[in-house]
């Protein structure tokens, strides 16, 4: 295996090998599903609800739906001019989930009616924690392109898939972190187009920046910044008109969409229904000044004590050398055009573990991390603090993700106590959600998936050591 130079000399070839790359996404697809559990299925119920119309039923719509986890479905929905009520989200997520409850319900005979827990842990797992894992190997290859080194690619995907909101967040349904892949996916190809020409990565990468906003319109800002780093590391102007086809065709399914339930090819859901979270914006400086606040320093909300180790990566990224300038430029725009909307928007994703709204550019600022992999000095802090930001993900992965009830606690320090396997993780959800949680009237946190994939997960972490030991050695 050929040695790189790390990313103080700008090198963009990645050494990470086959064997390797099948080994961490076993370790991490397993990892993540040792997380999912039963209390973030039924707090998300809604979403469940609409893979088991469309699963079911066949139907995009929620009526028509009996059982009693699906009771009195309202938040996050609206009624169109059909008649029928929809659940107010992108669809390609659960579009995706229906497909593979199909495949589990017809293999296995599990089924929301049957076995509502194990079923819609799998869902879960089987949508957003395969798109988290296969993003997370990925980060690896981009890790490896910017580092020369195949270590420093699997820490950096170490910290972005153990040790941000990726973690928690992977064991429910949850659109923007699904959608998340295809961001990491068009970083990953177009790091590959400025290594050679290539009308086939061309052609992936537009259709990766395409199907974006049909799984998360929150996703769209950081999926046009990307988008123009890609088109700059085309190597002809061929290569840029295969990126832009690929992206119109990638597009056509959110359009027809769109065009066929929510009014028009440009209405987005969220339009149609006047969500007032994401379509008012309220435009102020006392606001813009609570948002940052909220978002960056505020320690019971921000996303950098959720996850330390973005603070690095927000360092990096500023100090990422010249001949990466396409990739910085495009991280940092991505970063603060997302930021921007969040600061004078109607939501900002309050009651959940971490500031979730956070999510589209977390991969962004994932990038900068490379920067850390240029001396010793930098590596042993960056392996530190990565380690401190996985203990604070797994914590929040080990209670309910939302209706959280900290009060002005940071949620890590509430959720720490779980690491330890103590604390009450019934006290950190809002007394008026608890019994909308429960069917039967107790309320249980269980991990169904966990039983099998932490010895899945434990070859995979061994394979994976053995395997990079390996190419250490060979380069």
Known sequence: MTTRTPVAAGDTSGPIGRATTAWLFLFFWAVLGCFVHTVDQRAWNLLHAWVEAMGERSELHLD????????????????????????????????????MYRVVSSVTGISYRDSFELASCLVAWLVTGLATAIAATLMAHIGAMLTGSALGGVVIALAYGLGTLALPWSGLPYQHQTAAVWIVAALYLGGRLRDRESPVVAAGAGLCLGLVPFFSYAQVPVAACVGLYVLASCRTGRERL??????????????A?????????????????GDPEVVDLV???????????????????????????????????VRFPARHRALQVAALAGTLVTLGHLLIVGGRGAAQ??????????????????????????????????????????????????????????GVAAYAPLLVGKGDW?????????????????????????????????AGGLGLARSLSREQRRG
Not at 242 to 255: E, N
Not at 290 to 298: G, V
Not at 439 to 454: A, K, N, Q, S
Request: aromatic content about 12%; overall charge positive; charged content about 15%.
């Open 426 to 458: 019934r006290k950190l959800i809002r007394r008026e959600q608890r019994a909308a949680l429960s069917t039967d009237g107790e309320l249980e946190l269980h991990f169904p998936l966990r039983g099998i994939l932490v010895w899945v997960a434990l």
């Open 64 to 99: 028509g739906a009996t059982l009693p986890e699906f009771a009195g479905l309202a938040d996050d929905t609206y009624v169109a001019d059909d008649g029928h009520r929809y659940a107010r989200n992108a669809p390609g997520s659960y579009l995706f989930g229906a497909g």
């Open 283 to 317: 435009p102020s400086w006392s606001l813009v000044r609570a948002r940052l606040h909220f978002y960056l320093t505020n320690p019971a909300s921000s996303l950098f004590f959720y996850s330390p180790v973005l603070v690095l990566g927000a360092v990096g990224l």
């Open 242 to 255: 295969i990126v832009a086809g690929a992206a119109a065709a990638g597009i056509v399914p959110t359009l």
């Open 257 to 273: 969409m769109n065009a066929a339930y929510w009014g028009g090819p440009f209405t987005t859901v969220y339009q149609a229904s």
């Open 353 to 410: 573990w971490g500031p979730r709204l956070v999510i589209p550019f977390t991969p962004l600022l994932v990038l900068g991390l490379a920067w850390w992999w240029g001396s010793q000095g930098r590596r042993i802090t960056l392996v530190a603090v990565t380690v401190v930001s996985i203990l604070c993900s797994a914590a929040g992965a080990l209670g309910p993700m939302i209706y959280m009830k900290t009060g002005k606690r940071n």
